[in-house]
């Protein structure tokens, strides 16, 4: 974000002007589309109001904007001679498309997150930059050699990497596989999106957890699919609810996150595993198993994942680097019957022609390398620590206003409140004070939820940003 400069003798009103105006010219604000309300810009670029008001009075008087009562300031469409008449509507064409936008609330939350850096994050799902392997990172940039060639690569993803996540996979969770089975994917995200475009059409009916990070996600309402929520318990969702909603709705798939469940926390219990695969191989319907956070068990012993007891082929299994090393290697596998690797990998290869193969070869040596192994043991150390610390600091600011059950692994604490509460007015009072966090609402939850990331801010922050969500928590109640 650009801010004006300070110790320029230029006055601050008279650089925002003169920034404003090159990013009209430069069509990023085309003529007829409206620019940032005087007090929104005020805020993101950290002036007063009345220097942006002066700002805009100074583009008026050029005739480069144009402004109304009631309805803001906007580029005049006569701009260089542009008439009306040739000026695209880019505000219906941005408005239209099939890709649905994000929620409003998560709109908002990551708008602040990128103007407001030094905000205390618990709503982020990743970790912080202290937990990545960077020196993992370097010291194999150093020493490995990297011979892949630089042109396009497989579509279903770099050969040698695939062949490591066959024993990997098997090593760490119990996962037999082969490498034609695997594809490499640019993220969990990824693989879900393309499941739902390749394998999925409009009006089907999918089964998703309730509360569930599915829930957010409108890559569902873009494909038109329509959802049918499983409520998640303690020991995780009911199987013989899939029963019921198949004789309902005729469920075509199932999407679950089994361990460490986002947001919840909760593992589905071993009990409730055979049943689940039962019912999906009688009633012919793929289970969706999403499993980012089994790796971070705290107690080293990562529950057991229903890829690895599906005797029936009906899990399609989807894992990724993002939350157990780097988010910004862009590296996921999603694991499926041949048949469905080829037609997501033939998808996959007319949006982008295949993933770099860099990060593919970096994650490789990563993870055929011993540094993973002492990483992942790092990782789970300070995850565990990061919630002890939460919930300390909970327990001592907020007593008896929540209740949580502490989970054993994953990133995320999920809370209710024992009071009621207006997600989105409690969320605006905290990000006043400089904390942000993800309201329960945002995964399908009824008001009352938060979910807080406890892997992403500094350990330093925690106990400050708890005290700034108790403030505003109780203002809302003052």
């Keep these: 974000m650009w801010k004006p400069d300070r110790r320029s003798k230029k006055p601050l009103y008279q650089q925002i002007a003169d920034d404003m105006e090159r990013r009209i010219l430069y069509g990023e604000y085309p003529p007829g589309s409206f620019l940032p309300s005087e007090r929104k810009l005020a805020e993101q670029i950290e002036v007063n109001r009345s220097t942006v008001i002066q700002a805009y009075e ?124 695997i594809l490499i994917t640019s993220g969990s995200q990824q693989s879900l999106y393309l499941i739902t475009q390749c394998l999925l059409a409009p009006g089907d009916a999918v089964a998703i957890e309730d509360p569930s990070y599915s829930y957010s996600l409108p890559m569902f309402q873009s494909a038109g699919l329509r959802l049918f929520r499983i409520p998640v318990h303690e020991n995780g969702i009911d199987p013989e609810e899939i029963e019921s ?22 593992i589905l219990a071993a009990s409730k595993r055979p049943r689940l695969l039962k019912l999906a191989a009688e009633l012919g319907i793929p289970i969706v198993e999403d499993d980012p956070f089994s790796l971070t068990s705290f107690d080293n012993r990562p529950p057991a994942n229903l890829k690895s007891i599906d005797a029936h082929g009906s899990v399609l299994y989807v894992g990724s680097l ?15 019957p041949q048949t469905v690797v080829k037609r997501l990998a033939d998808a996959r290869q007319q949006m982008d022609f295949g993933l770099s193969v860099v990060p593919q070869w970096l994650a490789n040596e990563f993870l055929r390398s011993g540094l993973f192994d002492r990483h992942i043991r790092f990782l789970r150390d300070a995850l565990s620590r990061k919630q002890l610390h939460l919930m300390t600091a909970l327990n001592r600011m907020l007593a008896d206003k929540f209740s949580c059950i502490p989970a054993q692994g994953g990133l995320n604490s999920w809370l209710k409140l024992n009071q009621p509460v207006d997600d989105s007015k409690l969320l605006e009072e905290s990000l006043k004070r400089g904390v942000v966090f993800m309201p329960g609402t945002v995964f399908g939850s009824e008001p009352g939820y938060v979910r807080f990331s406890f892997a992403r801010p500094a350990d330093h922050e925690l106990e400050s940003g708890i005290q700034k969500f108790a403030q505003a928590l109780h203002a809302l109640n003052d």
Excluded: C
């Design 322 to 336: 993002s939350k157990i090393a780097a988010s910004g290697l862009r590296v996921g596998w999603l694991i499926a």
């Design 245 to 266: 909603l198949f004789r309902q709705h005729r469920i075509r798939m199932i999407f679950l996150n089994p361990n460490y469940q986002n947001p919840t926390g909760s």
């Design 58 to 181: 100074e583009l008026r008087a050029k005739g480069i904007v144009e402004s109304s009562s009631g309805s803001g300031t906007r580029v005049s469409k006569r701009l260089l001679g542009v008439t009306p008449s040739l000026t695209p509507n880019w505000r219906a064409y941005a408005r239209g498309g099939t890709f649905a936008p994000n929620l409003p609330m998560i709109r908002r939350i990551r708008e602040v997150l990128r103007e407001r850096g030094s905000i205390i994050d618990f709503a982020s799902g990743e970790l912080s930059p202290d937990l990545y392997p960077n020196q993992a990172i370097q010291q194999l940039l150093r020493e490995a050699p990297f011979e892949a060639p630089l042109g396009y690569d497989d579509p279903q993803g770099f050969l040698p990497l695939r062949e490591t996540l066959v024993s990997f996979l098997d090593k760490q969770l119990n996962i037999r596989t082969t490498e034609s089975s």
